[in-house]
């Protein structure tokens, strides 16, 4: 055996004797260790300085005896490790039985003068030490589990770490406080300090105001009236007095030396006063406030009410609010002097724009005409509630309420008999049997089955039934009656587009969710779907009735095309999805009025197919929309540095096709207009460039002229349609056709709206965005949603997105 493996053997033996000291000193720190812990984490929570000073003084012996008793047993106990320990401990890690590593430290007993004995011994030690070529030290072995079975030690390593949490920030601090006890009960010369919070109502929205006085406030803060004020004074043993305009009072004691006292800040008019808190003779806090009393809202009308071509009443109005508006309700009264039956007076609720706007305006239309007071003058006035209850009045103003019109004699007739009806119940006997006069006429109304049965029903509920609910349906069932006469289904269409719109209204007002809205949405486009439907059916009967003439429908009138009003729902749809609730409502709202100033019979005349000025604005928007599309997939190309297969052939194909056509639709127009605008001319050359950098497998480069090119065909549409707009007023092909454009105006749309913004819309109070905008806001919503499912990124920003996404 060679003294290489000996060492080699000797030097294992050395480092299993050093394990074994590390696991006796692992195992011996068990329960000073412990003790130890469990100080420091009691300090680090700040439990101690809790404690008076007599008791704190007594566990910090307490803790000082326990570390010194149990270091001292540990310590008599500790055993140092020998050799021999080393090497048994080898075996047992190694599993060598026998104890060969004792086997190699042994000399040979007898037989030591026979050669062969002593070779035989040299081999068998040799052997040995071949099977001990490498030996495992192992890990360290604590025997704490056996010595602490209860393992007290988890407890005391929780309460530790929980400590470290704790005091993480001033753990210093708490060390020092937790072995100097402070006698005397408080900390000495602490200092006195006072705090305040004004609490504005909830209503106001209005963030509350804090005030501890290590700030000097610039100017006098305004505070809501109403506001509730809360004031805190520290370490003072003087009871402390405040001074606010609810008073002079003083404060209560809360703790020991801390007070406190709460007040109403309550005024009719706006004050400048201040809020003062001092000790004795001492000012420790003044802060100096404005009491803004909450005025009620204040209601006008933006213009005065009036009846529409479909005779709905018109009401434009104005509210404005210091804190925001709760309802806004037009009371619709019969004149003074004049008799009034107060069971049919009218209140209407009118929409707002939002929940509790600070100021907005709106306008909302209204079908009265089967009131019993249609016709009849009447008295409106506006009424304004906030959210603090408060109610705003405006002046009343006197118009004639709007009624219908009957043009058939049957009608006209079932009209004055409901009229009758309405004002002298008493005479039901009479209307009745006049009823039935009208229900025998079959002939005058078309043999209608519908209509006799319910003149019928009408009439035998006026004999058998007196009650007041029964008046009632039966002045519903005439009116129904009237109208089914009158126009057929057109007017039962109407009544339920209203009744639509005015839900849809409600929805987007009160923060409906997407699903209702879409179904909301949905249903006002089949109930356009049947109103138009139903006017060219009526149109049609009174043409061939002889009612209305061809050559009573203006030539000059306002126009309205199925395909203008999908558009306008489809975009209205796409504004709620994106959240612009507003800007759909504004939306909402100049549908309305574009239906309800529709003369009778017009919408049917859309039916001659699009004019050519008609076609070339729907080819130019095709362009647009097709340069929008290919800057989309140019800059997807770009953001995920992808080349195409083809080096970018197809999408600089696509670019040229795009300019070809943008130049087709330039040289219609020149022939049209007589002059093309510049700005299209500038979006061809920018198309042009956008070419050639896709045709060079460069997408980076072509965004710049694709944006330039898209921005310039946006204007240039414009430009062109108020070109087109022009030649309507001499003679020409886009303006002498009847029942296209109408008679438009080159500052309104081919509906008759606006072009105050960019879109061709007059967004008032509310920018309706533009179809860039709104690509933008897609875009920009679907990047939300992706990163809102990254699971890699930080917890508070997934929390951000959420947050911004729940309203989507």
Request: hydrophobic share 40%; glycine share 8%.
């Amino acid at each position: 055996m060679t003294s290489g493996t000996i060492g080699r053997i000797g030097r294992r033996e050395v480092a299993s004797t050093g394990i074994i000291w590390v696991e006796r000193l692992w195992t011996a720190t068990w329960p000073t260790s412990g003790v130890l812990a469990v100080f420091l984490g009691v300090a680090l929570l700040d439990v101690l300085p809790m404690l008076p000073a007599w008791l704190h003084i007594i566990v910090l012996l307490g803790f000082a005896a326990a570390f010194a008793y149990s270091l001292r047993v540990q310590v008599q106990r500790l055993k140092a490790p020998s050799r021999f320990d080393g090497r048994r401990r080898l075996e047992q890690v190694n599993d060598l039985p026998h104890r060969p590593l004792t086997v190699l430290r042994e000399d040979q007993v007898s037989g030591t003068d026979d050669p062969g004995a002593r070779a035989l011994w040299q081999r068998h030690q040799a052997r040995i030490a071949a099977q001990l070529a490498e030996l495992r030290l192992g890990w360290p072995r604590s025997r704490l589990p056996l010595k602490d079975q209860r393992a007290f030690r988890l407890a005391t390593a929780l309460l530790l770490v929980i400590g470290v949490f704790a005091g993480a920030g001033d753990a210093g601090a708490r060390l020092l406080r937790a072995i100097g006890p402070e006698f005397g009960g408080t900390v000495p010369n602490a200092p006195l300090s006072a705090e305040l919070q004004i609490t504005p109502p909830e209503y106001t929205g209005v963030a509350p105001v804090f005030f501890d006085g290590t700030t000097i406030p610039g100017a006098a803060i305004g505070v809501p009236s109403g506001s509730r004020l809360l004031v805190q004074v520290h370490n003072s043993e003087d009871q402390p007095a405040l001074t606010s305009v609810a008073g002079d009072t003083v404060l209560q004691q809360f703790s020991e030396q801390t007070w406190r006292a709460e007040a109403d800040l309550e005024v009719e008019e706006r004050t400048t006063s201040a809020i003062a808190v001092s000790v004795g003779d001492a000012q420790v806090l003044q802060l100096p406030i404005i009491l803004v009393p909450d005025t009620a809202p204040l209601v006008t009308f933006a213009t005065p009410p009036a009846s529409t071509q479909r005779a709905a009443l018109r009401v434009q109005y104005t509210v404005a609010d210091d804190y925001g508006v709760d309802q806004v309700q037009a009371d619709i009264t019969r004149p003074d002097g004049l008799a009034q039956d107060m069971s049919r007076a009218i209140v209407l609720n009118l929409p707002l724009s939002g929940r509790a706007p600070i100021d907005d305006a709106g306008t909302s239309f209204h079908d009265l005409t089967a009131h019993p007071w249609a016709g009849l003058p009447v008295e409106i006035q506006l009424r304004a509630t906030d959210n603090a209850g408060q109610t705003g009045q405006s002046d009343a103003v006197s118009i004639v309420l709007p009624e219908r019109h009957f043009e058939h004699p049957i009608a006209r007739a079932i009209i004055e008999e409901r009229r009758d009806l309405a004002v002298h119940p008493e005479q039901r006997e009479q209307i009745a049997d006049n009823l039935r006069s009208i229900a025998g006429a079959h002939a005058h109304y078309g043999n209608d089955v519908v209509v006799n049965l319910a003149l019928n029903i009408a009439s035998s509920r006026l004999a058998h039934d007196r009650s007041d609910a029964s008046l009632d349906d039966v002045l519903s069932i005439l009116w129904d009656t009237a109208l089914r006469i009158e126009d057929g289904g057109l007017s039962l269409a109407e009544r339920e587009l209203r009744e639509l719109q005015r839900r849809l209204q409600d929805a987007l007002a009160n923060d409906a969710s997407d699903e209702e809205l879409n179904e909301l949405l949905d249903e006002l486009q089949a109930a356009l779907d049947r109103f138009f439907q139903a006017a060219q059916e009526n149109l049609r009967r009174q043409l061939e009735n002889g009612q209305l003439q061809q050559q009573q429908i203006d030539p000059n009138a306002q126009m309205i095309a199925r395909e203008d009003l999908q558009r306008m729902i489809e975009q209205m749809r796409e504004l709620s999805r994106l959240g612009a609730r507003d800007a759909a409502q504004q939306m909402l709202s100049q549908l309305q009025e574009m239906l309800e100033n529709l003369q009778n019979g017009t919408m049917a005349m859309q039916q001659q197919g699009p004019s050519e000025g008609q076609q070339l604005m729907q080819d130019l928007q095709d362009v647009i929309r097709g340069q929008q599309e290919l800057m989309d997939q140019t800059f997807r190309q770009s953001q995920q540095g992808n080349q195409p297969q083809d080096g970018g052939a197809g999408d600089a194909a696509d670019q040229e096709q795009l300019r070809r056509e943008l130049g087709e639709v330039m040289r219609r127009l020149g022939d049209m207009a007589g002059d093309i605008p510049g700005q299209l001319g500038r979006a061809e050359q920018a198309m042009r460039e956008s070419t050639e950098s896709l045709s060079q497998g460069q997408p980076g480069q072509a965004l710049g002229p694709q944006q330039e090119a898209l921005d310039q065909l946006q204007q240039g549409a414009q430009a062109a349609f108020r070109a087109l707009a022009q030649q309507q007023q001499g003679p020409g092909q886009f303006g002498q056709q009847p029942g296209q454009f109408g008679n438009v105006n080159p500052d309104s749309d081919p509906l008759g709206r606006p072009l105050s913004g960019q879109n061709g819309l007059d967004a008032g109070r509310v920018q309706i965005p533009d179809e860039a905008d709104l690509q933008r806001a897609r875009q920009i919503l679907d990047e939300l949603r992706r990163r809102s499912g990254q699971s890699d990124r930080p917890l508070i920003e997934r929390d951000y997105i959420d947050r911004l996404l729940r309203r989507f």
